[in-house]
């Protein structure tokens, strides 16, 4: 992961978006920008070190992608395949997915606090380091993944399918947790309580 | 700069490397080759193959070695690492698994390798607990991770680690990112919404 420059706004300690010298608050075209950064992420197999925030994204195809180093803060998926692809050093923090297919895809130290997802397919993925801190999941499945040392603490998960799933050292203190499936999963090895994770 | 994480089986902690310049992948004459690049690595837990190829294959060297505090878990792959790299030692502690340190303390500023690092001391977790400021990226050891404190001994432990990440930490302007000792990595406005610690 590589640090950027940061906007040319004085005063403003946000990251410059790639290919500007503004951040995405002080960004005026921002259909040009996402035009651009859509681009980018369609014509390139392997994606590092961008600052792609706020990002939206409407029914595209983005599968077998090999991203690390990215900055997608305040993203918005809509209609998304990820199927296949792999994140490492991701930055997906205050973003929105709605129906998108994260299948076989292998994250690792990916961020993802105070997302929101909507009916989406992360089955059969390595999602390792995962953060999932005080995010809104619902309708969706994790099947078959495995979430090493993910943490889903203050999260609110509703109609969420975490069946055979390795559940080693994942964090699910505070979490509110509406019809979640762990069949097959060794939740024994998660966290529920904060008294026993210390 | 350029910052690399690497998983540490010793105690499943999370060792970073830290280089003002990016890798040079691709790169493939002898001089290339030879053309190493000057980093520091933060808490070595363990100092395996992987690591190893990780620094090597981008062609870093390892000048300097910053440890948040004196764990097994975050200092274990010191010895090993010792004998491959004439690295200088920075902690809190004077002596770490039998090397001596350059003793860091609260609002040092320091330039190691052209990576400026701010000093701050989180005691709590342990007494020798530091936390490093790197431009936008705070390596937070285990005073504060994704989600959650540092384990501490007692309730006046507990209260202390609270006080002093409020006072240091989260009074920081801006969403810097957190990358701590163990567990996912995570940002300073996501510890102030969502740790269960602190909320």
Known sequence: MILFPYCEVKGCDAFALYGHTLCLRHMKDRDSYNKEANHILASHSIIENLNLSGLKIDSASLASKDVSGILFSGMGAHHVSFQGSKFRLCFFENSTFEVCDFRNSNMQYCVFSGSSFRSCDFSSSD???????????????????????????????????????????????????????????????????????? | ????????????????LVAAESPQRGKTTESEKRDTKEALLIDPGIFDESLLMLIEGNHYEIKHVLLTHNHQSHVHGLKTLKKIYAASVYARSPVVEGFRTNVLKD??????????????EVPGHSEDSLVFKMENILFTGDAIGAGRIGNTHD???????????????????????????HGPLSTLDAERNFNADLL
């Open chain 1, 127 to 198: 999602i390792l380091h995962g953060n999932f801190n005080g995010t809104h999941i619902v309708q969706c499945s994790f099947q078959n993944s495995d979430l090493y040392f993910s943490h889903f603490i203050n999260a609110i998960m509703e109609e969420v399918s975490f069946v055979d799933c390795n559940l080693r050292k994942v964090n699910f203190v505070n979490s509110q947790r509406t019809a979640v499936n762990f069949k097959y999963s060794n939740f024994q090895d998660a966290y529920f309580t904060q008294e026993s994770t210390s």
């Open chain 2, 1 to 16: 700069m350029n910052v690399e994480v690497h998983f540490s089986v010793m105690g499943f902690s999370n060792c970073f």
């Open chain 2, 107 to 120: 609002g040092d500023t320091i330039n190691l390798s052209n990576v400026c690092i701010t000093v701050i």
């Open chain 2, 155 to 181: 309730s006046t432990m507990r209260s202390l680690l609270i006080d002093t990440l409020e006072e240091k930490i989260l009074s920081i302007p801006g969403n810097l990112f957190i990358f701590p000792g």
